[in-house]
């Protein structure tokens, strides 16, 4: 059996493993456009700070492509898949045939229409790869006046701005939304954040964008002008607005797209044989229950391994995910889960705030636990997470887990460890007691 | 029937324990808190043990967390999926294949806190002082779990993998049926001779 596994991350990689796991001598092709061995993408931003360096950075052992007997084709781009013939034509006009195929290939960076970018320049550029990463190392000892703007302010942007800031830049994140991680926090804790930010020497114009980024006659940055008129003085600038998924190579091969790659319950695309995960596809939104793209780690592990567990034929179904995130932003750390801002009028929040150090949210749906969001103390996420993800009901605890105190949940219902074998959960009312099965424990 | 759970082996407890297959087990109705006593054993056994074993990286990877008089032992239930390893960006927590448990190089570790985030037990501690995220590793390389040694109240107990899903299962059957749950302990026993 020849596999071919198009992208060489976290959902790619999960995929492999997961053949492995089940077809020790079948053939496994990695390919990936980046020349470099897995590494973990989100930390290139830790990176800049010195929190991982070149010998820490790679997301595997370095024995690991031999150990487990995968082929690799680093460098390749794929230009084309073509499904009835079942090949994959590479930028170098090599094809490759395969008996199954993964496609993980991940986001791309969205650059809207800004009057002056330009991708090729030195001092700019977007923030998702670790050449970015390298580029904004060089691009810092160049900067003249150590002033850097940063187009965004979500995750990416974050991350960006505190990568620029350990190299003693003075940054400026522009945001069109009101506050600073807009989607994923609300007025309070967004403010804290911000407060965070401008105390390291980040500053954040909220309400704002860049219009027009004035370039030099080597086209490199000077300044940029604002929305609302202000113009800075700007070395480099960042577009960080978000990614879109990676499917332009897919035209023309008959897999439906509809925003990301739409694939089934058990990870497969409308083409038989055509399986994908990761930040590319429509999956389901346990909470929004609907399809949706959440571009988080966690789901492209699952969703990959799901996928390998299926192409190397043994049946497997996704249960879904929902969105979280964890990022902390100078010593602060914030997690937010599920739906943290309801529209919903049968959706309840109840707040907790201690000063600026620690802030808790809960958005109850009725009895049901649905969204959440922790900052400053995040001991026990993991439980309120679980609760989520299995629709608890646990209205009568909303003022433990206000307090902080989340872990009496668990001490009032106590752990039911099912089979080891067989997932495990946390188990509430004995009444309205969830369905168990290997996939559902997150 | 606490008395009949324990002399009842499934499996021969040597063979199964000989396999490297070792899990905790908790039995928390069993734990005070170590009453008047100035530390709990548990977690002072581990602090102790985490010193010699990694240094830097130090924290206690047990935790006795209570409510009223109820205590509980908080550690790493050691996920055959982990979700902690899925939600690792750097790569430092990993599955060893080799000795079925989930374990965590530090030094990869950068405190993006998303284990703390997925874990459905809690069992991960952010130290944010240190920036890691510290997790029990098993004691993997001694011969018992040290807050296992260290609890004499019988809360904690080291197992092979067979007789603790044997237990587990036993343990809930128990609470369901309660006194009504009639097992005969002899035939078991018998069939494992």
Request: charged share 25%; aromatic share 8%.
């Amino acid at each position: 059996m020849r596999y071919v596994i198009i992208g060489n991350s976290y959902a790619g990689l999960s995929c492999a493993d997961a053949i492995r796991r089940f077809d020790k001598t079948g053939e496994i092709t990695i390919i990936s456009d980046e020349s470099y061995k897995a590494y973990a993408r989100p930390l290139i931003s830790y990176y800049l700070e010195g929190k991982t360096t070149d010998e820490t950075i790679w997301y595997k052992d370095d024995d690991y492509y031999e150990k487990n007997n995968y082929k690799t084709l680093f460098g390749k781009r794929v230009v084309s898949v073509n499904t009835s013939d079942k090949k994959v034509v590479l930028d170098d006009n090599e094809s490759i045939e395969y008996d199954k195929l993964f496609i993980g290939p991940g986001g791309v960076p969205f650059v809207p229409p800004i009057e002056g970018f330009n991708a090729e320049s030195p001092m700019m550029g977007t923030f998702t790869k670790f050449d970015d990463a390298k580029k904004m190392e060089r691009g810092a000892k160049l900067a003249k006046h150590k002033e850097a703007i940063v187009i965004g302010g979500g995750l990416i942007g974050l991350k960006a701005s505190e990568g620029l800031r350990a190299l003693d830049m003075h940054v400026t994140i522009a945001e069109l939304l009101p506050r600073v991680l807009g989607l994923a926090l609300d007025e309070i804790s967004g403010g804290i954040t911000a407060k965070k930010l401008n105390e390291n020497g980040i500053d954040t114009a909220t309400n704002d964008t860049v219009t027009k980024i004035n370039v030099d006659e080597a086209g490199n940055p000077t300044s940029v002008t604002m929305k609302s008129g202000r113009e800075l003085v700007a070395d480099i600038v960042i577009v960080a607005i978000g990614v879109r998924p990676n499917v332009g190579f897919l035209e023309g091969s008959g897999i439906t797209i509809d925003r990301g790659i739409v694939v089934d319950k058990t990870m497969m695309t409308n083409i038989k044989d055509v399986y994908a995960g990761g930040d590319a596809i429509v999956s389901y939104d346990i909470l929004n229950k609907k399809p949706n793209i959440i571009a988080i780690v966690p789901l492209a592990c699952e969703q990959g391994r799901v996928a390998g567990t299926n192409m190397a034929g043994v049946y497997r179904e996704y249960y879904g995910g929902m969105g979280l995130n964890s990022v902390e932003i100078y010593g602060l750390p914030i997690i937010t889960i599920g739906l943290t801002n309801p529209n919903n009028p049968s959706q309840t929040v109840f707040i907790h705030q201690e000063d600026e150090s620690v802030y808790r949210k809960l958005v109850y749906d009725g009895q049901v636990l649905v969204g959440a969001i922790l900052l400053g103390d995040v001991a026990g996420a993991g439980i309120l997470s679980a609760i989520i993800r299995q629709g608890e009901k646990c209205l009568k605890y909303k003022d433990e887990f206000l307090k902080g105190n989340i872990y009496s949940f668990v001490i009032d219902n106590e752990f039911e460890v099912y089979n080891i074998n067989e997932g495990y959960a946390i188990r509430g009312d004995f009444e309205d007691l969830p369905q168990f099965s290997r996939s559902n424990w997150r | 029937m606490e008395k009949n759970m324990k002399s009842i082996k499934l499996t021969n407890l040597e063979d199964d324990l000989k396999k490297n297959q070792i899990e905790i087990m908790l039995y928390p109705s069993k734990c005070d808190g170590c009453e008047g006593q100035e530390y709990k054993s548990c977690v002072q056994a581990c602090e102790t043990h985490m010193k010699e074993k990694y240094g830097k990286y130090n924290t206690a990877r047990i935790n006795i967390k209570s409510k009223g008089n109820k205590f509980f032992p908080i550690l790493c239930h050691n996920c055959e999926e982990a979700p902690c390893v899925d939600a690792c960006m750097p790569g430092a927590r990993y599955r060893d294949n080799e000795n079925g448990w989930t374990l965590t190089n530090y030094k990869k570790c950068v405190g993006c806190w998303m284990c703390v985030m997925v874990c459905p037990f809690g069992a991960i501690e952010r130290v944010g002082k240190d920036h890691y995220a510290s997790k029990c590793d098993g004691c993997i390389d001694e011969e018992t779990p040290k807050c296992v040694e260290a609890c004499k109240k019988g809360a904690l107990k080291k197992i092979g993998i067979k007789n603790y899903s044997y237990e587990r299962r036993l343990m809930i059957a128990n609470k369901l049926y309660g006194p009504h749950l009639k097992i005969n302990y002899n035939r078991y026993k018998n069939n494992s001779r």
